[in-house]
């Protein structure tokens, strides 16, 4: 969601800096505010208690919005918030936001249409989370990235690193870059001086 910036500091906005790895929100906090980036990106992730292994349900960047589902229903995040490098974001409270989907109809159909994209894309990532095969994983991964950057079917450098993807897609980091270096053998990705393309 990207709301315009003028309007959210019209309602109240504030605008605050995050260094890099700096905690947004933690998770088991009570949602109080909207956030949208305006520089820099943001990562949501769990930690496995037993296994200290983290798990990212998802990475933000400029002009987008996090965390708003608990927002809307008085509920504690499910996942932590963290900076991935130093950034700005639009800071808004709850009762305002609300009152700004009331008042302009249009933003809130365009939230209500990122919310469905977004539990659609989560019940997308979880079958594909689920399946056992390491490469029906990383492909899922690999094509919801596309398609959330609207990229075609022209192989593209994939911007993460292999031990983001494991966060991603809940597989070890070994296992991922085994995986990869098959899925070059069978040409489903390339593997360019150690980049990723797809």
């Known amino acids: 969601m990207n709301i315009d910036k003028d309007l959210l500091l019209a309602w109240g906005g504030k605008i605050k800096k995050y260094t890099k790895d700096e905690f947004i929100f933690m998770e088991g906090d009570y949602a109080r505010f909207y956030y949208q980036i305006i ?15 983290e798990f990212t349900q ?4 400029a002009g987008n919005s996090f965390g708003e589902p608990p927002l809307l229903i008085d ?3 499910p996942a932590a918030a963290v900076s991935t490098g130093d950034a700005a974001i639009i800071i808004l409270s709850k009762e305002r936001f609300i009152k700004v989907l009331n008042e302009y109809p249009d933003i809130h159909l ?16 979880f079958k594909e989370v689920m399946s056992n095969s390491p490469q029906t994983r990383i492909l899922g991964f690999l094509n919801s990235y596309k398609k959330r950057i609207k990229a075609d079917h022209t192989p593209i450098q994939i911007p993460y690193t292999r031990q983001e993807i494991a966060n991603f897609t809940g597989l070890r980091v070994e296992t991922v870059i085994r995986t ?9 990705v390339e593997i360019h001086e150690r980049k990723l393309f797809y």
Not at 58 to 61: A, D, N, R
Not at 180 to 188: E, I, W
Request: with cysteine.
């Open 58 to 61: 998802g990475l933000f960047v």
């Open 180 to 188: 990869l270096q098959r899925m070059c053998c069978d040409n489903l």
């Open 75 to 77: 509920e504690t995040y």
């Open 110 to 125: 365009k939230f209500t249409l990122k919310l469905a994209q977004s539990l659609h894309d989560k019940a997308v990532t």
């Open 39 to 53: 520089e820099g990106s943001v990562k949501t992730f769990n930690i496995n208690d037993n296994a200290g292994k």
